[in-house]
């Protein structure tokens, strides 16, 4: 990879990213109902942090230089706390299909503040890529099936999750706004530590309620593969990914997240998804390529 531009390291981050996140999907609603979210999302910070601290500590990363203005950390441990918190209290009463398609809005809307916050510019081309990939994972997350699609009605689990997809988006371009040069390791740590202190406090009753001991096997598994997988792992990819690329770049690998999930239910030893649902799947890959190839085109030499 030592050929590669920032920008292309940049889309295989994300295409890494999109990948484990599906696949927390899975896990995700075979433990919601097991442990409240508070806890859940508490534990799983708190493990990725002392996983993120021990590679910073192995790279020799840190610098006390790193850690002025610590509010950045606040700022971005609240938008990470608030997105994870509000889905897993959204997802107790919001149908998964209905969340997925909300989660789909997270790009425009990335997008929208990515303008507000760097007066970054959605180009025509990115605006087309955009599109084609909400077509795409619209068409995989309701199975190609229309009439599920018209029957789609917004609930409340569905707003509660919307608020939470508005703070993913606002993190994205934020993330490039207050970074100062801090590596992304360093940066992440510095946010999980910050995200950590603020889910304890909010949730400190449910976390002293929770019968940990107890709890069952599949929670524990879900725990560290949220921890590690979709949390320590994909917070470095996506601190890399947005400090080289425009959010709403970033934001569009979203659209591959259902194609993921097929992915992961293939693995599982689930049937295989019908052509139909392959169409949505072919024109999120079209899309991506749209995003790829722009970045992918050699500079011009200056005149």
Known sequence: MGGLTPALRGHIAMLLFSALVAGSFSLGVMVANEIAPAALNAARFALAAVLIGAVALGT???????????????????????????????????????????????????????????????????????????????????RADWSAFTAFEIGQGEMIYFIGCVSH?????????????????????????????????????????????????????????????????????????TLHLPSAKVMAYTYLTPSWVIVWEIALGRPVPSGLLLVGIALTVIALVLLLENDAKPARAPT
């Open 60 to 142: 020799r990363k840190f610098r006390a230089s790193h850690f002025r203005a610590p509010w950045r950390f606040l700022v971005l441990g609240g938008l990470f706390a608030a997105y994870f918190v509000l889905m897993f209290y959204g997802l107790k009463t919001a149908d998964p299909v209905s969340a997925s398609a909300v989660f789909t809005l997270t790009p425009v809307m990335s997008g929208v503040f990515g303008w507000i916050l760097l007066r970054q510019v959605t180009t025509p081309r990115m605006a087309l890529a955009l599109a084609i990939g909400a077509t795409g994972a619209l068409w995989v997350i309701f």
């Open 169 to 241: 988006a606002i993190y994205t371009p934020m993330v490039r706004k207050l970074n100062r040069g801090e590596p992304a390791v360093v940066f992440t740590f510095g946010m999980l530590i910050a995200g950590g202190v603020i889910l304890t406090v909010f949730g400190w009753n449910d976390i002293r309620s929770t019968d940990w001991l107890n709890l069952p096997g599949i929670v524990w598994i879900g725990l560290f593969y949220l921890a590690i997988f979709a949390s320590a792992t994909t917070f470095v990819l996506l601190q890399y990914a």
